[in-house]
């Protein structure tokens, strides 16, 4: 749902600013204004926004107004043309407290034009272009002519107007807006910009130019628009893009046993604080650099951190608290002056721990049966006890273990332990089959273990071939899809183990899997397993979130989150067969959603949960494709693009009609380089990588006629960022440095 509303402003080019400073509030842009609001009647709709915290949601309405220069014409003429500006407003309330001022800047800044709307007014204002067409038979081409309704006579504007013509001048807007009434009634043309900007609750936006001059427009536009003929174009409309890296090394330590440790300092949260510090010191000292281009609003600069800038002393947080990382770094990239950047601060790292979900807390259940009959009995794998159950006041109705499916579902009476391994009604009794004796008639207690000691994946087994070695007999199990089973997740990349693969009685330790030839294979312990339903057990797990963190300057609204798909075993210390996170040694699995890894990755395959494309529309959905500001990026963190992530989806769905093609390819890295073979940026579009294993930085441009890629030299040797009141080496391995690169040009859009 919107929170904001397109609305449109009319300048004739006529100046009411008087040498003196004085305004003649006579002419003014108020012609254009409506008798009465225009859909307002839907305002509290489109003002609200919906607040996701913990626990519930709630219904924000009451947000203040803000403002953004949406478009401005590139190129008009006074009097004879009206200069149209839309704002991107945020609705006013219903009470109209709030005001806004519009100012317009001409030859050599010098202030031309102001105006002031109350909240009434600008309530009144048109939410379409309302400029009437020139040649009626064009009717998508917009002309300029609108007739003024201004009560001050004619002729003291022509006079105005004629003076204002007379040469070519190049005109930048400004708009401030304010949350209460007469905010700017002091203000007069000889209070400055700045004076302006610190009025209490004032929040302003500037566009580009726009100029008179016909010539440098025709020569500019003639080929594609035709004399006199406006383009629109929204202000971030970016030419050209600088690159700064922040070259900084996420590493290790080692402890007192002299074991490796994650570096870092405090709890988490101090740990996190301080490394948002370190960033925000980063980022101001860019916008200082004197190699960094700041005067040209066509230039974007696009600023990266490596992969694990974010990780902390436990090698992760928990992933409520790297949710707050962006709301916290926007309070120094919130600035205007932050308008024409991109900011990737690098990735964080975030773990969910299986047992502490709500779901597996129900699955860890006991259940109250009475036992009527047990019966010993003995196969070729041991003594077993035939139980037969009755109906009693109290306990459950005894086919609840039919849930078990012949899982890890465990009987006990007093010190008398049994798993389940079948159960069913051959007759009128209720029969369960343990593989225990010593049970007697009387209540007895069935429970079904929670996930933290095994969590249940039901697999479909296609074919089972019975292998061995020198060591141990065991199976190699082919799985596919069918309909309530699940598709296999990679258990090997759980760690170094401990996921066991079980069918009725029989159980084995996975020993290897993977994907090969299109079919998940696994190996099992075991010579017992034949194709059917069967049940892969987690050990207990935590699972990771490695998570690109993008956001553009001053625009609240902009921010992506990109996931990483592809884990690597290099990305966590390994420690006693498994991988060391919050401090345990614990089997990891991939953020749910990420394909299985496979030998290629065209045998990768989703998992529950799964992306059906890679545009991430919404920012949150940790696609690898996104757009801001009308430039479409491709993000791969680190194996991601040695796998060829979008690769593979420019391959397949991400290459059909009416897909977006990627102008900027960024890869934050920790031991990653630039693979020629797998860049997917088009023609003229850049490559940029960042790596904190190096330490290092890589910018590559490819030719505009060919697939070549040249690399972009940087602007002298990278410069130390200074950190006030944080110790850099006590959370990376080496001070900060930024790497600047020379200016380079952007690729037009281009979709399939």
Known sequence: MPSSETRYVHWDGVPNVGADGAVDTRINCKFALLADPEKYTELRKLAATLVVGEGTTKLVTDRPPRVRIKEVDEHFVPVEQLLTVGLRVRPVPEDGKASLLLRIYGKDGALVYQESFTGDEMRRMHTRDQRSTQDPKKPTEKGKANPRRNLQTEASRKKKGADAAGT?????????????????????????????????????????GAHTDDQKFEAKHGDKLGRNQTEVRAPNDYKSAQCIGFLIKPGYSKNQKDQKIYR????????????????KAAVVAAAEDERVEKDDSEVLKIFMAPEFFFRGTSGGYPLDQIAGILEKLRVETNKPEYKDWLFVFGTAIGYLKHEDQPEAKKEGRTFKLRIKSAIELSDDRGKFTELGFESAQGCEDPQITAQSKGGDWWISQGNVVGRIFADGRPSDTWLVYARATGFK???????????????????????????????????ELKLGEKASHEHPKVTAASGAGGWVLAQGDNRGSVLADGIFGGTYVLHARGHDFTAGSADLLEPVATEIFNVALVQKGATPAAAVLVYKEFRSQLDFIVRDTKLLIHEENRNLTPTAGARAPAVNIKDAKPVKGSRTSELNKSGLGGGAIFEIDGITYGLEVCLDHGIRRLGYYYNTEGGKAGHPAVQVQLI????????????????????????????????????????????????????????????????????????VYEIVELPGPYTF
């Open 264 to 279: 870092g300092k405090g709890t988490d949260a101090e740990d996190l604080e301080k490394r948002i510090a370190i960033m």
């Open 441 to 475: 008639a009387g209540e007895a207690v069935v429970e079904v273990p929670p996930p933290a000691q095994m969590k249940k994946h039901p697999v479909w087994i296609t074919s089972a071939v019975k292998m061995t070695d020198k060591k141990y007999p065991y199976s």
């Open 168 to 208: 070519p001048v190049t005109y930048t807007v400004r708009a401030w807006i304010a949350a209460r009434k007469l905010a700017f009634a002091r203000v007069d043309g000889k209070t400055t910009a700045d004076e302006i900007d610190g009025i209490d609750g004032v929040i302003s936006n500037k566009a580009r």
């Open 668 to 739: 934050p890295s920790w031991g990653m380089s630039i693979n020629d073979n797998n860049v997917v940026a088009i023609l003229g579009g850049l490559v940029f990588n960042v790596d904190g294993d190096r330490g290092d930085s890589t910018l590559k441009a490819r030719e505009t006629n060919s697939f070549t890629l040249n690399a972009v030299d940087q602007i002298d040797a990278p410069a130390d960022v200074q950190v006030d009141g944080v110790e850099v080496k006590d959370y990376f391995e080496s001070g900060g440095k930024l790497a």
